[in-house]
């Protein structure tokens, strides 16, 4: 044990085999892509419509602290920069938590596809990059419809694409790790349960995190949905992030540590 233990954790070894395997996921996704993109787009837009437009009646606008000062803010677009943040963030892990653990596990696609000149490394790759994709699709789609309904035309908005790409690429490393430990569906209940549903309500989503205890403030401002939203809302608002570089550091640390346990517990699962 002690001797395969650093084989494990050793660095990634990659190539650009982890393009078919995209490619594959990508074909088979576009029979099914109509109502996956329903799926996905379906509940931020309820949220939205709820508490944007239902909550929104009541709350008016929302005082948010910028650069510029303190500022009042429409709750309709408050919401919906921080709801399209959380869209990325549930589509990549669904992603790479049940679907990829169907192709790992239930229908043994991976040991399929191992089968040719691929290595493991790179079948955990494509199915990160994957999770990204969906996540990004899934929210330029939902974007698509906030600018329609006329919540924002700020033109920095184009800046928010690569942004929830990093945010759904982060969010599908973290999701792959738990991918890895899993023996059944119902274990990623936890997941959903005791990570991801605490953090929606602590990185200012739904309220300012200002009016969160000191204490819950410091745990919220290290969480990658509170980077992500960090980075995202000041765009909505035709504004440019305070701090993005340390915004954008926290999620690619996130995602690189993330990715690199992950890969080390998928090589363990494979490897017994």
Known sequence: MTAAAPNLWSPPRLSMRWWPVFLRNWLVWK??????LVGNIAEPLMWLVAFGYGMGALVGEVNMVTPQGQVAVPYILFLASGSICMSAMNAASFEALYSAFSRMHVQKTWDGIMNAPVRLDDVVLAEMLWAG???LFASVA????????????????LLAIPILL?????????????????????????YFTLFLTPMMFLSGVFFPR??????????????????????????FMDQWP????????????YAV????VALALTRKRFAG
């Open 31 to 36: 029979k099914l892509a109509v109502p996956s």
């Open 133 to 135: 994709f969906k996540a």
């Open 142 to 157: 939902i974007m698509g419809v906030m600018l329609a309904l006329g919540i924002s035309h700020s033109p920095k908005l």
């Open 166 to 190: 990093g945010a759904g690429i982060t969010f599908a490393c973290i999701a792959l790790v738990f991918n890895a430990i899993a023996q059944g569906y119902d274990f990623f209940t936890y």
């Open 210 to 235: 200002e009016q969160l205890p000191e204490v819950v403030k410091m745990v919220s401002d290290w969480l990658p949905l509170t980077n992500a939203v960090e980075l995202v809302r000041p765009l």
């Open 242 to 253: 305070e701090q993005a570089w340390l915004h954008g550091l926290v999620l690619l640390i």
């Open 257 to 260: 540590g993330a990715f690199w």
